[in-house]
């Protein structure tokens, strides 16, 4: 016999737990169970770089919701199973090392794995990555031995993680293959501010940094060679250099896609009756001009999975949320709502020598896009402004004297349609 549910949901992350939420919130009574192949409840990941690798925060304050909540709303949790394949044909899907379990609708919500490093010693001891509560537990476990780590990768998590062993007094080193971190995500004027903030508090930053191989010395990392033949002593090595979108499952049944599944604007997969949230999902992105991209950001798949919950409740509205994000480093709040790429024009508003500063980005004469660093109130009143794809004098918003809101009532553009 298979255990059969109305819906199944794969992945016990942020857009799975949401899915499952937003679906008892809105009434709907099938049954329904969530698949997931960590050992653990849903729970918060963006403070694994932060408060909870700098060991600010027990591992019970990140769960998403307490056990009781899940069983009172009969919701089947089924943690430390992993989804191996889907039969579109019969609706099955195929655990590893246990029975099989049918649907009638299925949400794919299961992110992506790090991607690993190439080279030679990547998979060394002493090389960690960043995405799960174990492999936090398993850096945290070696950190006592160890004075010197090498994190390859400057984009956020990279950075995070580099700025709270600092606050462990290690000897941090970042590698970064661009000419600038964050590079991917972000405009050169926050990257030169990131730099100067962590070489400020000790951490040697090197750019155009190409990693030939990880040195080894009895079975564990004691260094990173780089492609100048320079080494870098170290006793830890920690990978930030992006995930992989975990949907292989999903595209061997037949599912578009190739980096994420693909969906529609209501998160449709290709498949009948599958759906795909979150970092996963390719998705085409309104405040990207339509083009498909993957999010990789707590908002996105909340709002998918909230996309999904309302779709499969009778209310097909197309995913239309405002992209927002964020990132802690050492006294550093940033906050970024819109999305930057393919901007032509950053301007500085604020000073970032007073570390209290916001970047805008324009495509064309629309604003796009805002990173606010320590500065709440633009990013409170500049969200709207970024939801329009407001026309905004570049001059007008520089000046940080003027509240971003009294632009919004002076200047704002017909909203895109
Ligand atoms: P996830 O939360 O990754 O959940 C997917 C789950 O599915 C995982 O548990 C995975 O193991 C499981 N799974 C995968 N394959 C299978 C399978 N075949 N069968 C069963 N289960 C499977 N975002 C922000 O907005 N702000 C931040 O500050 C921020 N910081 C971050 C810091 C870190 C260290 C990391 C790793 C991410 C951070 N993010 C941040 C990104 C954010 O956490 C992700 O965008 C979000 O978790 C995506 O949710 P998801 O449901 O798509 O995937």
Same mark, same amino acid.
């Given at each position: ?216 010395? +009895?079975? #564990? &990392?004691?260094?990173?060679?780089? %492609? =100048?033949?320079?080494? /870098?002593?170290? !006793?830890? $090595? ?40 979150? +970092?996963? #999902? &390719?998705?085409?992105?309104?405040? %990207? =001009?339509?083009?498909? /991209?993957?999010? !990789?950001? $707590? ?59 916001? $970047? ?58």
């Amino acid at each position: 016999m298979t255990d059969r549910f109305d819906v199944v949901i794969v992945g016990a992350g942020h857009g799975g737990a949401q899915a499952a939420i937003a679906l008892r919130q809105r009434k709907f009574e099938g049954t329904m169970a969530v698949i997931g192949d960590e050992p653990e409840l849903p729970y918060e990941r963006p403070p694994l770089s932060k408060d909870y690798l700098a060991g600010d925060k027990a591992f019970e304050r990140l769960l998403i919701r307490p056990a009781s909540f899940w069983a009172d709303r009969q919701v089947a949790m089924l943690p430390g199973r992993r989804v191996s394949a889907v039969d579109p044909i019969t609706r099955q899907l195929s655990v590893q090392g246990g029975k099989a379990i049918g649907y009638g609708t299925l949400i794919w919500a299961t992110g992506g794995r790090p991607r690993r490093l190439s080279c030679s010693g990547h998979d060394l001891a002493g090389v960690h990555s960043v995405r799960t509560r174990a492999d936090i537990d398993r850096l945290l476990a070696e950190l006592p031995q160890v004075t010197r780590v090498v994190v390859i990768g400057g984009g956020y998590i990279g950075l995070e993680a580099a700025a709270v062993l600092t606050k462990f007094s290690k000897q941090v080193t970042v590698l970064e293959a661009q000419n600038r971190v964050l590079a991917r995500v972000a405009g050169p004027a926050l990257s030169r501010f990131y730099e100067a903030e962590h070489r400020a508090h000790g951490v040697d930053i090197r750019l155009g940094a190409n990693v030939a191989c990880i040195e080894e010395r +009895d079975g #564990a &990392a004691c260094g990173v060679r780089l %492609a =100048d033949n320079e080494v /870098l002593p170290c !006793e830890m $090595v920690i990978a930030g250099i992006g995930i992989v979108p975990a949907v292989e499952p999903l595209i061997a049944a037949g599912a578009e896609g190739g980096n994420g599944v693909a969906v529609d604007s209501l998160c449709r997969t290709s498949l009948p009756d599958v759906w795909a949230i979150g +970092d996963c #999902a &390719a998705h085409p992105n309104p405040y %990207a =001009d339509g083009a498909t /991209l993957r999010l !990789e950001s $707590v908002q996105n798949a909340n709002d998918q999975a909230t996309t999904v919950a309302k779709a499969l409740t009778g209310v097909a509205e197309p995913y239309d949320a405002v992209p927002w994000f964020w990132s802690n480093q050492y006294d550093l709040k940033l906050q970024t709502v819109g999305l930057s790429l393919g901007h032509d024009r950053e301007v500085v508003r604020g000073d970032p020598a007073s570390r209290a500063f916001t $970047v805008a980005y324009y495509r064309g004469p629309r604003l796009v896009a805002l990173d606010c660093v320590n500065t709440m109130k633009d990013y409170v009143q500049g969200r709207a402004l970024v939801a329009a794809r407001a026309e905004i004098d570049p001059a007008a918003l520089a000046d940080a004297a003027v509240p971003l809101k009294e632009l919004a009532t002076a200047g704002i553009a017909t909203p895109l349609s």
